[in-house]
């Protein structure tokens, strides 16, 4: 960091990205970083990782300096100071609002709660191997020549846990060359979980960035896939994605439109609809969440699901739904709703039926629908369900 700006003032206007911008952190790392983040790489993730602890206890300081509007200096300063762990209530100590800490307390009790929130604390990291780029052992090897540490998934032989690695993921070699692709093992279940055949038509409803159309495209040769993302920027960042991934361009027809109102002269084989979602399952990426979700992002896109779900009953009788989110409003209750409009049949593949967990209990469907969560499955916290539509 440049001399000029002190650690205080760095720290301050990150969280002012978070908090008044509504960023996360990473682009809140970036854009405060441009033009004053001199020194070297490891400099660079040195700060990153502080930042990163920094407002992922942005609760925890807010418990701690009690005024109602406190500045992002005085907050970075207590910060620096060092924060006192020994705080009373459980959801200050963990670091997340009272509303969210009571309402995961009401699904998994008061141990298991502590148990996942203090597992955001370390991210798990998960390569995909990229067959089409390289062959699976060729790519061990290299990662190995590389000095990572890791284990193959026992179920999922293409998905690599890393334990350790000289250096931050993306500037491996063997990731540069998109042999092997940064990729939670929860995204892989949703694909997994569609059970791709020879000869399907798939629609992807919300496409980008398209690592889950890249791994279907991957796993199943002779699939012809659509893919839709309302977003037309994404869906441009999409588009390079997979040529860089090796997906010929030919197998996937890219549309930047919203998926709720797409019409399709037939049905198609199977609908994949990996929806928006408050991401609070995916804290350990992204710590910022933690300080920014709200009820009300949580009622949008809950909304926003059921729309999509209903749409994916018209164009297809096999859909698998995925969300990376802890709450049954992004999960069973979407479910439920839509089963009262349209008949919908949830299986889990007899693949992973161990390998999952129910669906929460107060829910008629908990036992046919899978969840996720990084203190169990080593993975990010999802909702996956598959249905037959009847
Ligand atoms: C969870 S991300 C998808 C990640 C993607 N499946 C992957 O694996 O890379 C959700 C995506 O849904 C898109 N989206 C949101 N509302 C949509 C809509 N109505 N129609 C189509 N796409 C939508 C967002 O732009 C975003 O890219």
Known sequence: MKKSFSK???LAQVLYEVIERRVSLDVAFKRVCRGRCAGSLEEREKLYLECRRFISDYIKLRCIVKKKKPSYRHLSRVWLIGVDTRLSEPHCRLSVSKWLYDKVVGLLGADETEALFESFEDRVWWLRLNWLKAPEERVLRELETEGIEFEVHPEIPYMVRVFKSPK??????????????????ASALCVEFMGVCPGDVVVDMCAAPGLKTSLIAM???????LAFDISRKRAEVMKHLLRKIGVPEHRVQLVAADSRRINLASSVDKVLLDAPCSNSGSIDKDPSIKATLTVGKIEFYSKRQLELLLKSAELSEDIVYSTCSLLPEEGEEVVAKAMNIVSLKPVIPPRFRSFCRPGYSPYGISSSVCRLFPHIHNSEGFFIARFEVK
């Open 219 to 225: 796993l199943e040769e002779d699939v012809r896939i």
């Open 8 to 10: 205080v003032d760095f």
């Open 168 to 185: 931050p993921l993306r500037l491996l070699k063997t990731v540069k060359e998109f042999k092997a692709i940064p990729q939670d093992l």
